[in-house]
């Protein structure tokens, strides 16, 4: 199982980003999928998350109202929309996708909110 996240970059504060986490296979439609983040020196935490249909969906208290998961299982594809970036927002953003007890992650993409 192979996730490639992909999207991020150096914003300005009050800014946007769209995060993607492409995962090609045939567990994809039938995983939830969660984005993480992890700032230097710090633990990762869990940002959002998705279920499987993308009918039912979790975030953390600092990306309630500000972010936006969404998925296109078509496109076997996960979605961060980010808005009002702040400088605390600064991270690598991981996706993983879990299924029948593992979990599977990707590569990182990193965050840079500028102030």
């Known amino acids: 199982v192979q996730l490639q996240a992909f999207g991020g970059g150096l914003v300005q504060v009050g800014g946007s980003l769209r995060l993607s986490c492409y995962a090609p296979?045939?567990?994809?439609?039938?995983?939830?999928v969660a984005w993480y983040r992890q700032a230097p020196g710090k633990q990762r935490e869990l940002v959002a998350e998705i279920n499987s249909s993308g009918s039912s969906s979790n975030y953390a208290d600092f990306a309630r109202g500000r972010f936006t998961i969404s998925r296109d299982n078509a496109a076997s594809t996960v979605y961060l929309q980010m808005d009002g970036l702040q400088p605390e927002d600064t991270a690598v953003y991981l996706c993983n996708e879990r299924f029948a007890g593992d979990t599977y992650w990707g590569q990182g993409t990193l965050v840079t909110v500028s102030s």
């Open positions: 296979g045939r567990i994809f439609r039938v995983s939830p």
